[in-house]
């Protein structure tokens, strides 16, 4: 039997910039329901890395990911969205009136009037170091692609791969909870903030960190599970270094999945929208936070948070033509409830 939902927006993904688009629009009396592949809200927040730190959130000097997913879902409690997860959207139909029709892979239907895509960059793989025998020591036997729970890591000696800034963030977190770390870079210079670059050339001077530049982690080694790693220099020379977990940080490759086939105007993966109420190429479905593309995009939470907004009341005056919306604040009428 076909599971059918109805309600005025269906926002897909539930990242963070998809759940502050659910307080934006309730502020304006329009019902959310939400779907996302994964089996929880957060996003990548709440998947890859729910304990770390986020420090560019206006008045939080430093907030936990996983923090930031459930003051959100506080945030909204007033406004009773609706939650499909752990199932991908599949496509839409838009019918005679205006209206959509979206289904999911599991064949859950959600009628809406309109569709603001919050999917973040879509799925997401790690990016693998062409390393021999390195998926033999995945799923808990010391090879993490990402960190879930920095805990894992207490007192254990580790090696940190990668020069962008989740090697650099986590190299500066675990220097706290691990007995050793050892960051590896194949060059001289890191692609993260400099400022993270700084704290870590810090900790090193300080002896709490070890930095090994111009090198890479080329063998892994273990019995049942991992014990040790050789990283190679540029110049030839290598080390055998004893570990206990070896975590290579270089990235993620996302995947737009089936969005892609929706006939939406693309740039680079990425869909293409109007700055004015980030809709896109389609009259009603609306893109907001990583996944769409304009000029001088910032793929920032706090940008998305700001696009939500705009789109919210690009929605309304979608969904309500002849209605004209006076800006309330929430300092002066609260916040109203569904």
């Known amino acids: 039997m076909t599971n059918s939902i109805s309600t005025d927006i269906c926002i897909i993904g539930a990242g963070p910039v998809g759940l502050f688009a659910v307080f934006e629009a309730g502020l304006l009396k329009l019902r959310c329901h939400v779907v996302d592949a994964l089996p929880q809200v957060g996003g990548q927040l709440s998947e890859i890395y729910p304990k770390k730190p986020i420090y560019d959130i206006p008045g939080y000097p430093s907030v936990l990911a996983g923090e930031l997913v459930d003051n959100l879902m506080r945030q909204i409690e007033p406004f009773h969205p609706t939650f499909?997860?752990?199932?991908?959207v599949e496509g839409y139909q838009k019918l005679d009136d205006g209206t959509f029709r979206v289904t999911t892979i599991d064949g859950t239907e959600i009628l809406c009037k309109a569709i603001a895509i919050a999917g973040g960059l879509g799925s997401f793989e790690p990016r693998k170091?062409?390393?021999?025998?390195?998926?033999?020591?995945?799923?808990?036997?010391?090879?993490?692609?990402?960190?879930?729970?920095?805990?894992?890591?207490?007192?254990?000696?580790?090696?940190?791969?990668?020069?962008?800034d989740s090697a650099l963030d986590w190299t500066i977190f675990l220097a706290n909870i691990a007995k050793e770390v050892t960051l590896v870079h194949r060059g001289t210079t890191f692609r993260g903030a400099a400022d993270s670059a700084e704290k870590v050339q810090a900790l090193h001077e300080a002896g709490r960190v070890r930095l090994v530049l111009s090198s890479n982690v080329t063998h892994v080694h273990g019995d049942e599970a991992l014990e040790a790693v050789t990283i190679t220099a540029n110049g030839g020379d290598t080390e055998s270094l004893p570990v206990d977990s070896f975590i290579p940080l270089f990235g993620l490759t996302p995947k737009l999945g089936p969005i892609g086939e929706w006939g939406l105007e693309l740039e680079n993966d990425a869909v293409k929208v109007n700055t004015l109420d980030y809709s896109t190429s389609e009259s009603g479905i609306y893109a907001i936070g990583d996944i769409n593309t304009y000029p001088g995009k910032l793929k920032l939470i706090l940008c998305g948070f700001h696009e939500a907004a705009l789109m919210a009341q690009g929605i309304y005056k979608h969904i309500h033509p002849d209605k004209k919306y006076v800006l309330k604040y929430t300092t002066v009428n609260g916040v109203p409830t569904l």
């Open 129 to 164: 170091p062409a390393i021999e025998r390195l998926d033999s020591y995945e799923s808990g036997k010391g090879v993490y692609y990402m960190v879930r729970d920095p805990e894992t890591f207490r007192d254990q000696r580790l090696v940190i791969a990668g020069g962008g």
């Open 84 to 88: 499909t997860l752990g199932e991908r």
